[in-house]
């Protein structure tokens, strides 16, 4: 399949995914909200979570809003780990325990305090000479995981992936795609930063149909193999490569042929 095909296969895949409610995805639980804080809180413990079965993470964030009131940002701007462990007690999601819940909400508590909003805090590290999202997102989760130390029994750290370990850093990737991103399914809010300079959010599914459709050559699938595959997603739309992240996932979640 030369490049011309790929483009309009590609292109046609993104127009048939992008509307509203598509296919199964924990996106949609951001499109209940309306306040920008809620918004932008809820999306990144949602991305944070977002490992295991679409099932499993809805249920789990679904589970966790009821528990906070449905007011994400109210719940965690106030939130005391002494007053509101009683809400979270015995709350967790498979190696994620109960503790690495509370330092979660600590931690975003405390950025939210210092920053304003999460936004405030991305565009604290970015810097206009970068290629990319990468260096603001290191300084980003650096900042949401400085006071949490390390446990040997305990995966907070996790949570919140840093490029400096060389990762795909998927789930913070989606996370800035659902906040840069303007479409139907993305919500844009994040509207002062460039979407081409976005990292596609690498997981199997998109591991396994980049390599299938030779998008990349990289065999190691770590955050050069996310680098290589965005850049070569900007010979097919140089101003929004990560727009076609959605629809190549879910042709592998949904067992669709492209």
Known sequence: MNNSELKEKLEAHYKNYRKKFSSKDPVWILHRFSDERDIELIGLVTAAYAYGS???????????????GNKPYEFTINFSKRKDKKHLSGLYYRFNSYNDLL?????????????????????????????????????????????????????????????????????????????????????GLWKEIDASKLVMPVDTHI???????????????????????????????????VKYDFALCHIGIDKKEF
């Not at 997102?137 to 995966?155: A, C, H, M, Q, W």
């Not at 459709?213 to 680098?227: G, N, P, S, V």
């Not at 070569?232 to 490569?241: A, E, G, S, T």
């Open 54 to 68: 679409v099932e499993m993470i809805n249920s789990f964030i679904n589970l966790l809003l009821r528990k906070t």
């Open 103 to 187: 330092d979660m909400f600590s931690a975003l508590k405390n950025a939210l305090v210092k920053y304003g909003s999460l936004k405030n805090l991305f565009l604290s590290h970015i810097k206009r000479s970068d290629r990319n999202i990468i260096p603001a997102l290191t300084g980003f989760t650096s900042e949401l995981n400085k006071n949490i130390p390390v446990f040997s029994d305990r995966y907070y750290h996790y949570l919140f992936s840093n490029p400096a370990n060389r990762s795909t850093c998927k789930r913070m990737n989606l996370y800035l795609r659902w906040m840069v991103r303007s479409d139907e399914i993305d919500t």
């Open 207 to 241: 591991a396994k149909i980049s390599k299938a459709l030779k998008l990349t050559e990289r065999k190691t699938i770590d955050l050069k193999f996310a680098l290589e595959l965005t850049e070569k997603l900007k010979q097919f739309d140089p101003r929004d490569p």
